[in-house]
T-cell receptor, first 114, second 114 residues
Framework: DTEVTQTPKHLVMGMTNKKSLKCEQH?????MYWYKQKAKKPPELMFV???????INESVPSRFSPECPNSSLLNLHLHALQPEDSALYLC?????????????FGPGTRLTVL | AQKITQTQPGMFVQEKEAVTLDCTYD???????LFWYKQPSSGEMIFLIY??????QNATEGRYSLNFQKARKSANLVISASQLGDSAMYFC???????????FGQGTTLQVKP
């Protein structure tokens, strides 16, 4: 089973709201990722967690706050977002960060910031 | 630094015919992995096929095969017997064994005509 789940599927929020995106995998993977994808563009890496510790932050603004409560779960907390943050947010997981392990993606959350 | 180039922004293919999607890459890493993903309009990034840089044989996965030419730094995806459900955006990606980062190309939109 190579399933990564993400909730919610769609999210509309105002610039003053606080919301969270959730990602879950039960493949025993120890690396989890957040990507941001604008329409017709490739995904852009935001954060990488390895063994539940943040290992890469690609200079993402602090209004995005990741959290990895356990090895199966990854959250992305959103606060004071801007309209330009509207995008598809993809979560992925792989056995480990290093090496050539395949990253498996979830279905994504389509975020609209009003 | 690593780079993926996909020179075909859009492609058309007749149903049941084969199609080749081009991908060239640039890397200074001695060991790397090459991946192809499919992204339908629903947004989910679906893993299709993987080729390791030291693999002697071209990877195959059902109707998908990867034409790997290491000296030319190309990793073209061949889809045989195209189906209407193959209509999607296709991304080529390279992963460094050392950093673990997945670098995507700009993508190719494939439309299968009935």
């Amino acid at each position: 089973d190579t399933e990564v789940t993400q909730t919610p599927k769609h999210l509309v929020m105002g610039m003053t709201n606080k919301k969270s995106l959730k990602c879950e995998q039960h493949m025993g993977h120890r690396a989890m990722y957040w990507y941001k994808q604008k329409a017709k563009k490739p995904p852009e890496l935001m954060f990488v967690y390895s063994y539940e510790k943040l290992s890469i932050n690609e200079s993402v603004p602090s209004r995005f706050s990741p959290e990895c409560p356990n090895s199966s779960l990854l959250n992305l907390h959103l606060h004071a977002l801007q309209p330009e943050d509207s995008a598809l947010y993809l979560c992925a997981s792989s056995s480990r960060v290093a090496g050539e392990d395949t990253q498996y993606f979830g279905p994504g959350t389509r975020l609209t910031v009003l | 630094a690593q780079k993926i180039t996909q020179t075909q922004p859009g492609m058309f293919v007749q149903e049941k015919e084969a199609v080749t999607l081009d991908c060239t890459y640039d890397t200074s890493d001695p060991s790397y992995g090459l991946f192809w993903y499919k992204q339908p309009s629903s947004g989910e990034m679906i893993f299709l096929i993987y080729q390791g840089s030291y693999d002697q044989q071209n990877a195959t996965e059902g109707r998908y095969s990867l034409n790997f030419q290491k000296a030319r730094k190309s990793a073209n995806l061949v889809i045989s017997a195209s189906q209407l459900g193959d209509s999607a955006m296709y991304f080529c990606a390279i992963k460094s064994r050392n950093t673990g980062k997945l670098i995507f190309g700009q993508g190719t939109t494939l439309q299968v005509k009935p």
